[in-house]
């Protein structure tokens, strides 16, 4: 049986490139071996420092449940981890100790950089999004490590926050009720229902000393309306473009800041310049080439809106 020269090819690629692969296992073996003691203790601290930012990193970054809820969390662990690493090594008299030490204060202040445009979104989205996990509350802010000013300015801005929803919610519950109403109940229960109406009338301020108070979240409509609006931005995609990549910062990765509002508008406009372009060469194609006579039906069209939708929904963030 005669061989195929195809698979003699293919036999030489394969073991061309086990041969690679094995030459690079045996050059990072060899680069293992070459590190001193010393050089091994420096990785033994190294690599406990940096765990925690690698973790939240990937975990955040590959979550599909909510996170806005968890950004502050996340920075007090880290800050916290920052903090007793220094303490540990502040200790240590060892040059390449006093070196990784100051090379902590450097990861500090960088962290602390993302912290602080946390603030920069508009409203205060995060700390919104914390109050409004029900395991957090306005307590979370209410702890040793807050500061009490923090916990007020918070409250205030949540409730500024609701008003536009507050708004929304009574333009459009009246007109659901009265179409419910009229067509189902009779003048007596539609009387009735008024009153209950009436009764159960419910505002943003009473909302949410409710929710502060207590777990009727179900009760509490307009709640639920900036629940589905706060707590569905990800940790990663408000404010700071990807907030935790600042771990991949602090590990000397460069990263980029946008504004979220900024990004959404740019996109969108985009999305939407280009789908009324095909629009507009569409009508004119047709206007130049359609012989369909004015009395048969025009084919629907999609509008500039749906087009854009469409056209997103194959778009990555």
């Known amino acids: 049986m005669e061989a195929n020269p195809k698979n003699d090819r293919g036999e030489i690629e394969f073991t061309g490139e086990t041969d690679s692969s094995q030459r690079e296992n045996q050059e990072i073996i060899d680069t293992l071996n070459k590190l001193s003691q010393k050089e091994w203790s420096q990785i033994d601290y190294f690599l406990p420092i940096t765990q925690p930012f690698f973790i939240f990193t990937n975990v955040v970054s590959k979550s599909k449940d909510i996170t806005i ?19 540990q090594l502040a200790r240590k008299k060892v040059h390449w100790k006093s070196v990784m030490l100051k090379a902590l204060l450097y990861s500090k202040n960088k962290l602390s950089e993302y912290y602080s445009a946390t603030d920069t979104i508009d409203d205060y989205l995060y700390a919104n999004g914390t109050i409004m996990a029900p395991q957090n509350k306005l307590e979370f802010f209410q702890t040793s490590e807050w500061e009490p000013e923090w916990h007020i300015r918070y409250h205030k801005s949540l409730e500024k926050y609701l008003v536009p929803y507050e708004k929304r919610y009574l333009d459009i519950r009246p007109i659901s009720h009265g179409i419910s109403s009229a067509a189902q109940i009779s003048d007596l229960e539609m009387l009735m229902s008024k009153t209950t109406i009436i009764h159960s009338q419910t505002n943003a301020h009473g909302e949410l000393r409710r929710y502060l108070g207590s777990d009727h979240q179900d009760e509490l409509p307009i709640l639920a309306s900036l629940d589905r609006d706060v707590l569905s931005t990800p940790a990663t995609g408000s404010g700071v473009e990807r907030l935790f990549n600042s771990a991949r910062d602090i590990c000397h990765y460069e990263c980029e800041q946008h504004e979220q509002l900024t990004l959404i508008e740019e996109y969108l406009s985009t999305q939407e310049i280009h789908a009324a372009k095909e629009e507009k060469d569409a009508q004119k194609e047709k206007d130049e080439f359609d012989l369909i006579s004015d009395s048969q039906d025009d084919p629907l069209r999609a509008c500039p809106w749906q087009k854009a939708k469409e056209g997103s929904n194959t778009a990555t963030y």
Do not use: T
């Open 69 to 87: 809820h968890n950004v502050f969390g996340i920075y007090n662990v880290l800050f916290n981890h920052i903090e007793k690493s220094q303490a």
